[in-house]
């Protein structure tokens, strides 16, 4: 039980589908995270929420649409993706009411994305 | 732009020895993170150390932070073929507001 729990591990989906990613964590934390993990690359934050507020977004594509319901849940919804961005999705989250780099994160098992 | 980078990118060992990996930042810190990530899986946080801090200890692990020359060092001590993994250091900026920036990671092997 790593408290937070991606879903699907696997996805393949061509490049007309919507699909959604989903992220739940059960360690009452106020923050979540989306992370693009491609080969070879550093990882790369692309949307933060703390308390169900987004507070950053890294200039991502708007074929990539987060939603965060609750301070539990987070989702990526998907869309009109290209091949580059087949990759390893990861959610975290972290304590703090405030959004900082001063707390550990705490990562679900990802999502492996491959488009068509 | 990318704020720690890990050295050496991949090291191979034999199980017992010891496995150093440095990570180098350009910014000043807050803090500075170690991660693990085992193949297929998602990061694992290590150790946090502090600015303030210049070495701490969390059972085979030992991590040095020198702030005067931005480098920190992760050592694992009498390695086992468990450690093998990807290994990520992540620093934390001294603005508010600011996120982790995460490094490209160093492939440790692990050899029995």
């Known amino acids: 039980e790593t408290g937070v729990t991606q879903t699907p591990r696997h996805l393949v989906m061509g490049m007309t589908n919507k699909k959604s990613l989903k992220c739940e964590q059960h360690?009452?934390?106020?923050?979540m995270y989306w992370y693009k993990q491609s080969a070879k690359k550093p990882l790369e934050l692309m949307f933060v929420y703390s308390l169900e507020e987004r507070v950053e977004n890294n200039s991502v594509p708007s074929r990539f649409s987060p939603e965060c319901p609750n301070s539990s849940h987070l989702f990526l919804h998907l869309h009109t993706l290209q091949p580059e961005d087949s990759a390893l999705y990861l959610c975290?989250?972290?304590?703090?009411?405030?959004?900082?780099?001063?707390?550990?994160?705490?990562f679900g098992d990802g999502t492996r994305l491959s488009i068509l | 732009s990318q704020q720690g980078e890990e050295d050496p990118q991949a090291l191979s060992i034999q199980e017992g020895e010891n496995a150093t990996m440095n990570c180098s930042y350009k910014?000043?810190?807050?803090?500075l993170q170690w991660y693990r990530q085992n193949s297929g899986r998602g990061l694992v946080h290590l150790i946090l150390?502090?600015?303030?801090?210049r070495e701490k200890h969390s059972g085979r692990l030992r991590v040095t932070l020198d702030t005067s020359k931005k480098s920190s060092s992760l050592l694992i001590t009498a390695s086992r073929a468990a450690d093998t993994a990807s290994y990520f250091c992540?620093?934390?900026?001294?603005?508010?507001?600011?996120?982790?920036?995460f490094g490209g990671g160093t492939r440790l092997m692990v050899k029995p």
């Open positions: 992540a620093t934390g900026p001294n603005n508010a507001g600011n996120m982790l920036t």
């Open positions: 910014t000043s810190i807050n803090n």
């Open positions: 360690l009452g934390h106020n923050a």
């Open positions: 150390i502090r600015s303030n801090e």
């Open positions: 975290a989250s972290s304590q703090g009411r405030r959004v900082t780099g001063n707390q550990p994160q705490h």
